[in-house]
């Protein structure tokens, strides 16, 4: 099931699941993103790279409105998810962040104990009729995530008490855990060791099957590793978006080719 | 010489001690104050406070433990027979006092001189008359033994009171001689007076652990004495609270701590979900036009003295919850109740539980947010399903500090729960409290050492050990949840 | 990993439209309203509460500053002030505050034939009885002070009584006055008449804040004069104390304590202390100042201390916080070129933490002035006329404090004290409101971010 080596070669699909048009971000006055055009494709891994500071996760946070609860941020132009503007007045983000889940750089569990803090989506969501469904939505995304076998024996134990890479995991089956149609993850594996990166990193992989996977990374290799597509942001611009392999191998855009280098970054 | 006279001399002496030190050193190296190991102001310093700190520590405790000498010696003069039915020593003492600094006022004024104070005999003039002269009522004549015996404690207090001061001035020019002699240029002054103000920073620090040894050892003191003469099993499990001038009181504690724990029940009903909810509103929902406005208002509230709300209680409130409430149901006629004290306290509590739990509330991080918002979760389930459950701990804290708050207040209750103790459901009834008869029992005309007023320092004692007990178990928890999260 | 494909099976959700908010999202939309305006509500309950609070003082209160006075012109008879007319100040002085108050009668009856006011059936000696009955003590007073007056007619500004007054204030009416047996309607039309001839006024009374306080039947004589006297001297003395024993204990505390036991006692002994009631320091104050250490009941002396002994947490907290503020690269700055660490802390840390401490303090200072339940304890609830002398004596002097007057009036029977009580309390508050402005303009001016 799983092919590492082989990332992102054929594409199953491509079907458009998001479609950003002339985005703006600004922060107060900063102008963070700046006319950001990009369409990101279902079932697909997209990595957005770039150095610190270039909005790349700016950018993610747009996409499910995380920006909403920051005062200050102002998003411009139109994000369009299965053809629905999400900036809409009409749209709930409430729901929107429902279809457009989200795991964080650090691993950031409830401190509850590890059922609640699956159960808390499809709680909030009302996706259980009863006892039995939720156990069993439980039970599914956190075999999804990758960590049933490490944690079924303690589910009563609290999120908290996990090692990182266990936590990250657990999050990840967290977000699943409402069936979201796409999956934003933040440097979901900047606070992790190597082996649970690679954990996590297989993981991502598997559930390209079901989500459109959106990764911001700062690893270059990771982003290699993982995505079919991926961006390329620098000072608020998009600079490039192509197939992974031909941004690693061919990029068209010198920056790009800079960063990838190792000349800016 | 007067204690501010000696004071001051002593610190004068001091200063020229400063300025002849300093000059010491300098003239030591011939000027050149490189050669010095200090700076030169280190060796003033040095006699500074060699000359002024020991004398100033003597006249401190001659100051204290003059008052105990002179009473044991004068004590003597007074025969058993002296002190009258129903009186005591410790009474006769204090007309020996008060007559002693009456004679003062009778000098000073100039209606007694020195040699007719010694040839003065009280069974032939009328003392009382004398000092009711110049201002000094006596409650009976005085008795010739007692009139020797406040002679005797004037004139003895006069003499340690030269010798004191002679003392210390003395010692005062001893240290700055001492001090003075061992100046040279090698002398390591700044660490000698460096040390001498650590110590002085060390002592200050000692003045919080001597507050609470007093308040405990004057607590339990003067407790002892109280179950000396009233059995403690009384104390705390009779059901009855009623002093008598009489004796044969009445003094069970559990009225009063009924009416305490009931006054606080109400004041945390109305303060806890109040206050916490404007904790979340103004961390989670207000904009920050709102939060400018409200943060400062509820500081004001916090702000306020107690007394202040004690008057509200006392004109507002009370007729308020009495009129419209109480006497239309039939539940009352009083304007002091429980209600009307426990909701003022509630108002002055708000702003404690809601600046505690905005603390607690602030101290839950970011991510735990975020990672709720991420799930799609609303604004108030991520509140209530993450944040407070996360921050519960340091809630329960804040709110046993307000218990402990609202069981230790004072001017509230006085002035609005009111004076009877009793043991009633009815929140519209008068009810009194610990620390009511705190109060009353001690600002009454009841002799001191009467049960009916040590009774004031078993129930501060119990007040005392309540409330620390809430206190040290909130800090604990408070502390625990910080570490938490840092 | 093969786990994962057993998800798969999962029924496919519907597909949902963003644009329309189905059933379940209404209804935890409404559920979010409603919590939202739980939380106005208390906001609101709050404010409300603040808002009642001040403005009850504020109509209770204000019209103390206010009072009402009837101006006479009283002839002061030498028949009766100095019967031999030797002009001896000690024979004059034989005559009691009783002996002044046929002049004052005499004098209304002097007004009521000059201009003609009066009421039938009303004689003298009750027109006489509107005037405070501080009035004759004034007279007297006045005539002490001026014996070469006597034998001329002067103008006096005497205190209405005040019943008299509150009927100006809207305390007394007609009606209360029948069944009210301290004033009568006659009275009350008298006084009308007196302030339509001009001699009655009410107006700003300086008193209020000068006096110094009167006995339970003579409220409008009562002031605050001793009990703000007596709480500034207690201010001082907590200044005195706390301040330096509050700074040395927190340098101490942060710059030197080791970490060991004792520093770990002295600090959760500083945080407990910081949460006794209060009333147990006036225990504490009983027991250890008055009757072990022998110092005078109500003294300003043993508030001030019993008071210092509560402030000292907060401003050793407020200090604390300041001196951890001031960044530790200072002090290696100042270490590293030489100076002992004596040096770097009174050198360089202290300055720089001083508006910090400077805000504590006062701070401290605000909630030290308004604190009454320790006073009680320690004897300041006493009735004190005199005012204390000037210091260092008049700290041992008995006085009054401003908060516990406020509960000393609240104990009388008659109901103008209510209004001077209230009056009492909002000067406490503009004290206090100046203190809190000082002390917030400190941290503007110097405040430093690092």
């Given at each position: 099931?799983?092919?590492?080596?082989n990332?992102?070669?054929?594409?199953e699909?491509?079907?458009?699941?998001i479609?950003?048009?002339?985005v703006?971000?600004?922060?107060?006055?900063?102008?963070?993103?700046?006319?950001?055009?990009?369409?990101?494709?279902?079932?697909?891994?997209?990595?957005?790279?770039?150095?610190?500071?270039?909005?790349?996760?700016?950018?993610?946070?747009?996409?499910?409105?995380?920006?909403?609860?920051?005062?200050i941020?102002?998003?411009?132009?139109?994000?369009?998810?299965?053809?629905?503007?999400?900036?809409?007045?009409?749209?709930?983000?409430?729901?929107?962040?429902?279809?457009?889940?989200?795991?964080?750089?650090?691993?950031?569990?409830?401190?509850?104990?590890i059922?609640?803090?699956?159960?808390?989506?499809?709680?909030?969501?009302?996706?259980?009729?009863?006892?039995?469904?939720?156990?069993?939505i439980?039970?599914?995304?956190?075999?999804?995530?990758?960590?049933?076998?490490?944690?079924?024996?303690?589910?009563?134990?609290?999120?908290?008490?996990?090692?990182?890479?266990?936590?990250?995991?657990?999050?990840?089956?967290?977000?699943?855990?409402?069936?979201?149609?796409v999956?934003?993850?933040?440097?979901?594996?900047?606070?992790?060791?190597?082996?649970?990166t690679?954990?996590?990193?297989?993981?991502?992989?598997?559930?390209?099957a079901r989500?459109?996977?959106?990764?911001?990374?700062?690893?270059?290799?990771?982003?290699?590793?993982?995505?079919?597509?991926?961006?390329?942001?620098?000072?608020?611009?998009?600079?490039?978006?192509?197939?992974?392999?031909?941004?690693?191998?061919?990029?068209?855009?010198?920056?790009?080719?800079?960063?990838i280098?190792?000349?800016?970054? | 010489?007067?204690?501010?006279?000696?004071?001051?001399?002593?610190?004068?002496i001091?200063?020229?001690?400063?300025?002849?030190?300093?000059?010491?050193?300098?003239?030591?190296?011939?000027?050149?104050?490189?050669?010095?190991?200090?700076?030169?102001?280190?060796?003033?310093?040095?006699?500074?406070l060699?000359?002024?700190?020991?004398?100033?520590?003597?006249?401190?405790?001659?100051?204290?433990?003059?008052?105990?000498?002179?009473?044991?010696?004068?004590?003597?003069?007074?025969?058993?027979?002296?002190?009258?039915?129903g009186?005591?020593?410790?009474?006769?003492?204090?007309?020996?006092?008060?007559?002693?600094?009456?004679?003062?006022?009778?000098?000073?004024?100039g209606?007694?001189?020195?040699?007719?104070?010694?040839?003065?005999?009280?069974?032939?003039?009328?003392?009382r008359?004398?000092?009711?002269?110049?201002?000094?009522?006596?409650?009976?004549?005085?008795?010739?033994?007692?009139?020797?015996?406040?002679?005797?404690?004037?004139?003895?207090?006069?003499?340690?009171?030269?010798?004191?001061?002679?003392?210390a001035?003395?010692?005062?020019?001893?240290?700055?001689?001492?001090?003075?002699?061992?100046?040279?240029?090698?002398?390591?002054?700044?660490?000698?007076?460096?040390?001498?103000?650590?110590?002085?920073?060390?002592?200050?620090?000692?003045?919080?652990?001597?507050?609470t040894?007093?308040?405990?050892?004057?607590?339990?003191?003067?407790?002892?004495?109280?179950?000396?003469?009233?059995p403690?099993?009384?104390?705390?499990?009779?059901?009855?609270?009623?002093?008598?001038?009489?004796?044969?009181?009445?003094?069970?504690?559990?009225?009063?701590?009924?009416?305490?724990?009931?006054?606080?029940?109400?004041a945390?009903?109305?303060?806890?979900p109040?206050?916490?909810?404007?904790?979340?509103?103004l961390?989670?929902?207000?904009?920050r036009?709102v939060?400018?406005?409200?943060?400062?208002?509820?500081?004001?509230?916090?702000?306020?003295?107690?007394?202040?709300?004690?008057?509200?209680?006392?004109?507002?409130?009370?007729?308020?919850?009495?009129?419209?409430?109480?006497?239309?149901?039939?539940?009352?006629?009083?304007?002091?109740?429980?209600?009307?004290?426990?909701?003022?306290m509630?108002?002055?509590?708000?702003?404690?539980?809601?600046?505690?739990?905005?603390?607690?509330?602030?101290?839950?991080?970011?991510?735990?947010?975020?990672?709720?918002?991420?799930?799609?979760?609303?604004?108030?389930?991520?509140?209530?399903?993450?944040?407070?459950?996360?921050?519960?701990?340091?809630?329960?804290?804040?709110?046993l500090?307000?218990?402990?708050?609202?069981?230790?207040?004072?001017?509230?209750?006085?002035?609005?729960?009111?004076a009877?103790?009793?043991?009633?459901?009815?929140?519209?009834?008068?009810?009194?409290?610990?620390?009511?008869?705190?109060?009353?029992?001690?600002?009454?005309?009841?002799?001191?050492?009467?049960?009916?007023?040590?009774?004031?320092?078993?129930?501060?004692?119990?007040?005392?050990?309540?409330?620390?007990?809430?206190?040290?178990?909130?800090?604990?928890?408070?502390?625990?949840?910080?570490?938490?999260?840092? | 990993?093969?786990?994962?494909?057993?998800?798969?099976?999962?029924?496919?959700?519907?597909?949902?439209?963003?644009?329309?908010?189905?059933?379940?999202?209404?209804?935890?939309?409404?559920?979010?309203?409603?919590?939202?305006?739980?939380?106005?509500?208390?906001?609101?309950?709050?404010?409300?509460?603040l808002?009642?609070?001040?403005?009850?003082?504020?109509?209770?209160?204000?019209?103390?500053?206010?009072?009402?006075?009837?101006?006479?012109?009283v002839?002061?008879?030498?028949?009766?002030?100095?019967?031999?007319?030797?002009?001896?100040?000690?024979?004059?002085?034989?005559?009691?505050?009783f002996?002044?108050?046929?002049?004052?009668?005499?004098?209304?009856e002097?007004?009521?034939?000059?201009?003609?006011?009066?009421?039938?059936?009303?004689?003298s000696?009750?027109?006489?009885?509107?005037?405070?009955?501080?009035?004759?003590?004034?007279?007297?007073?006045?005539v002490?002070?001026?014996?070469h007056?006597?034998?001329?007619?002067?103008?006096?500004?005497?205190?209405?009584?005040?019943?008299?007054?509150?009927?100006?204030?809207?305390?007394?009416?007609?009606k209360?006055?029948?069944?009210?047996?301290?004033?009568?309607p006659?009275?009350?039309?008298?006084?009308?008449?007196?302030?339509?001839?001009?001699?009655?006024?009410?107006?700003?009374n300086?008193?209020?804040?000068?006096?110094?306080?009167?006995?339970?039947?003579?409220?409008?004589?009562?002031?605050?004069?001793?009990?703000?006297?007596?709480?500034?001297?207690?201010?001082?003395?907590?200044?005195?104390?706390?301040?330096?024993?509050?700074?040395?204990?927190?340098?101490?505390?942060?710059?030197?304590?080791?970490r060991?036991?004792?520093?770990?006692?002295?600090?959760?002994?500083?945080?407990?202390?910081?949460?006794?009631?209060?009333?147990?320091?006036?225990?504490?104050?009983?027991?250890?100042?008055?009757?072990?250490?022998?110092?005078?009941?109500?003294?300003?002396?043993?508030?001030?201390?019993?008071?210092?002994?509560?402030?000292?947490?907060?401003?050793?907290?407020?200090?604390?916080?300041?001196?951890?503020?001031?960044?530790?690269?200072?002090?290696?700055?100042?270490?590293?070129?030489?100076?002992?660490?004596?040096q770097?802390?009174?050198?360089?840390?202290?300055?720089?933490?001083a508006?910090?401490?400077?805000?504590?303090?006062i701070?401290?200072?605000?909630?030290?002035?308004?604190?009454?339940?320790?006073?009680?304890?320690?004897?300041?609830?006493?009735?004190?006329?005199?005012?204390?002398g000037?210091?260092?004596?008049?700290?041992?002097?008995p006085?009054?404090a401003?908060?516990?007057?406020?509960?000393?009036?609240?104990?009388?029977?008659?109901?103008?004290f209510?209004?001077?009580?209230?009056?009492?309390?909002?000067?406490?508050?503009v004290?206090?409101?100046?203190?809190?402005?000082?002390?917030?303009?400190?941290?503007?001016?110097?405040?430093?971010?690092?």
């Amino acid at each position: 099931m799983y092919d590492a080596s082989n990332p992102g070669v054929t594409l199953e699909q491509t079907d458009i699941k998001i479609a950003a048009n002339k985005v703006q971000v600004y922060y107060g006055e900063t102008h963070a993103i700046k006319d950001v055009n990009i369409d990101i494709q279902e079932k697909t891994v997209t990595a957005f790279i770039g150095p610190s500071g270039c909005g790349k996760s700016t950018f993610l946070r747009c996409l499910n409105r995380m920006n909403d609860t920051i005062d200050i941020c102002r998003v411009e132009g139109d994000i369009h998810l299965d053809g629905e503007d999400i900036y809409d007045k009409r749209v709930d983000p409430v729901q929107l962040r429902a279809k457009v889940g989200m795991v964080f750089q650090k691993p950031n569990p409830f401190p509850k104990s590890i059922y609640d803090n699956v159960a808390y989506g499809p709680r909030i969501h009302g996706l259980a009729r009863n006892k039995g469904e939720l156990d069993e939505i439980v039970e599914k995304a956190l075999r999804r995530g990758a960590i049933w076998d490490e944690v079924k024996d303690r589910l009563d134990a609290p999120g908290t008490g996990l090692s990182g890479g266990q936590q990250q995991r657990l999050c990840i089956a967290r977000a699943i855990a409402t069936e979201p149609e796409v999956l934003l993850m933040d440097e979901p594996c900047s606070a992790l060791d190597p082996i649970a990166t690679a954990q996590v990193e297989e993981l991502i992989d598997d559930l390209r099957a079901r989500y459109s996977v959106v990764i911001v990374t700062h690893s270059m290799q990771q982003a290699a590793r993982v995505s079919q597509k991926t961006a390329f942001f620098h000072l608020g611009n998009l600079v490039e978006y192509d197939d992974t392999a031909n941004i690693f191998t061919n990029p068209r855009d010198e920056r790009t080719e800079s960063y990838i280098t190792g000349r800016i970054g | 010489m007067s204690v501010g006279l000696v004071i001051l001399v002593v610190v004068a002496i001091a200063t020229v001690g400063f300025f002849i030190g300093r000059a010491r050193a300098v003239s030591s190296v011939a000027g050149d104050v490189r050669q010095l190991h200090s700076l030169p102001s280190y060796y003033g310093q040095t006699v500074f406070l060699f000359s002024a700190v020991p004398a100033l520590l003597v006249t401190l405790a001659w100051l204290l433990l003059q008052p105990l000498y002179v009473e044991n010696q004068v004590s003597g003069i007074i025969l058993p027979g002296d002190i009258a039915e129903g009186s005591s020593l410790d009474l006769v003492m204090a007309d020996v006092r008060r007559i002693s600094s009456g004679l003062d006022t009778a000098v000073a004024a100039g209606v007694l001189d020195k040699n007719a104070l010694t040839q003065l005999d009280a069974s032939q003039t009328d003392v009382r008359a004398l000092l009711g002269d110049v201002g000094v009522a006596l409650a009976s004549d005085v008795h010739p033994n007692v009139f020797a015996a406040a002679r005797e404690y004037r004139a003895t207090t006069a003499t340690l009171k030269g010798a004191m001061a002679a003392v210390a001035v003395v010692l005062a020019v001893l240290g700055a001689v001492i001090a003075f002699a061992r100046i040279h240029p090698e002398y390591r002054a700044r660490n000698v007076s460096e040390l001498a103000i650590k110590s002085l920073l060390i002592l200050s620090s000692m003045v919080a652990i001597l507050t609470t040894v007093g308040i405990i050892f004057s607590l339990l003191f003067e407790t002892s004495n109280f179950f000396r003469m009233y059995p403690a099993r009384d104390f705390f499990f009779n059901l009855t609270w009623n002093p008598q001038f009489t004796g044969g009181s009445d003094l069970g504690i559990l009225p009063l701590l009924w009416g305490t724990l009931y006054v606080s029940f109400v004041a945390l009903i109305f303060a806890v979900p109040i206050g916490l909810l404007v904790a979340i509103y103004l961390s989670e929902y207000a904009s920050r036009k709102v939060r400018s406005i409200v943060k400062p208002a509820i500081e004001v509230l916090a702000g306020i003295p107690t007394i202040v709300y004690g008057l509200f209680a006392l004109i507002t409130i009370g007729p308020l919850l009495r009129d419209y409430f109480a006497q239309p149901l039939g539940l009352g006629a009083s304007s002091s109740s429980v209600l009307t004290a426990g909701v003022v306290m509630g108002i002055m509590l708000i702003p404690f539980v809601s600046s505690l739990s905005d603390d607690v509330i602030n101290a839950v991080p970011q991510a735990m947010r975020d990672g709720s918002y991420g799930l799609g979760a609303t604004q108030s389930e991520t509140v209530r399903q993450v944040i407070l459950p996360a921050a519960l701990p340091g809630i329960v804290g804040a709110i046993l500090l307000a218990a402990s708050r609202a069981i230790g207040e004072t001017m509230i209750v006085v002035m609005g729960a009111g004076a009877a103790a009793k043991l009633s459901l009815n929140p519209f009834e008068a009810m009194t409290t610990i620390t009511v008869k705190i109060v009353s029992q001690l600002t009454g005309d009841t002799e001191f050492a009467s049960p009916e007023t040590l009774v004031a320092f078993a129930l501060g004692l119990s007040l005392f050990v309540v409330t620390l007990c809430l206190n040290v178990l909130a800090l604990y928890i408070v502390r625990k949840y910080r570490e938490e999260y840092e | 990993m093969t786990d994962v494909t057993s998800g798969a099976n999962m029924a496919p959700k519907p597909k949902t439209s963003l644009l329309v908010q189905d059933a379940r999202t209404k209804r935890r939309n409404a559920a979010e309203a409603r919590f939202r305006t739980y939380g106005v509500v208390a906001i609101t309950i709050a404010m409300l509460a603040l808002v009642g609070l001040l403005s009850s003082i504020l109509y209770n209160g204000s019209s103390a500053f206010r009072q009402t006075f009837i101006t006479l012109d009283v002839y002061l008879d030498p028949a009766k002030l100095d019967k031999d007319g030797s002009g001896d100040i000690a024979k004059i002085a034989k005559v009691t505050t009783f002996g002044y108050a046929p002049l004052i009668k005499k004098s209304f009856e002097a007004e009521f034939e000059k201009s003609g006011i009066g009421v039938d059936g009303m004689k003298s000696k009750d027109a006489a009885k509107m005037i405070s009955k501080e009035g004759p003590a004034e007279l007297r007073r006045f005539v002490l002070a001026h014996p070469h007056m006597i034998g001329e007619t002067v103008t006096f500004e005497f205190l209405a009584s005040g019943r008299i007054d509150g009927y100006y204030k809207g305390r007394v009416t007609m009606k209360s006055a029948e069944i009210d047996k301290n004033v009568s309607p006659q009275q009350l039309q008298l006084a009308d008449q007196l302030k339509a001839a001009g001699l009655l006024e009410t107006k700003w009374n300086w008193g209020f804040l000068t006096r110094a306080d009167a006995s339970e039947n003579r409220p409008e004589a009562a002031g605050l004069g001793v009990a703000i006297l007596g709480s500034f001297y207690m201010m001082i003395v907590v200044l005195c104390l706390a301040l330096p024993i509050g700074v040395a204990t927190s340098i101490y505390l942060e710059e030197f304590a080791p970490r060991n036991w004792i520093t770990d006692v002295i600090e959760v002994n500083i945080s407990n202390l910081a949460a006794v009631p209060s009333i147990v320091f006036g225990i504490l104050g009983l027991a250890i100042f008055i009757n072990f250490a022998g110092l005078p009941q109500s003294a300003p002396i043993v508030g001030g201390l019993v008071l210092t002994l509560m402030t000292l947490p907060t401003i050793i907290i407020a200090t604390r916080a300041s001196l951890k503020a001031v960044p530790p690269s200072i002090r290696d700055a100042a270490l590293g070129v030489g100076a002992s660490k004596m040096q770097a802390v009174f050198h360089h840390v202290l300055p720089l933490a001083a508006p910090g401490i400077l805000t504590g303090t006062i701070i401290g200072l605000a909630q030290a002035l308004g604190e009454t339940a320790p006073l009680l304890l320690i004897g300041m609830v006493a009735f004190v006329r005199e005012f204390p002398g000037a210091p260092p004596e008049g700290f041992f002097d008995p006085a009054a404090a401003l908060p516990v007057q406020v509960y000393n009036w609240t104990q009388r029977a008659d109901p103008a004290f209510v209004e001077r009580a209230s009056g009492a309390i909002i000067v406490l508050l503009v004290f206090l409101l100046c203190m809190n402005a000082i002390a917030i303009l400190l941290r503007r001016r110097f405040e430093r971010r690092w």
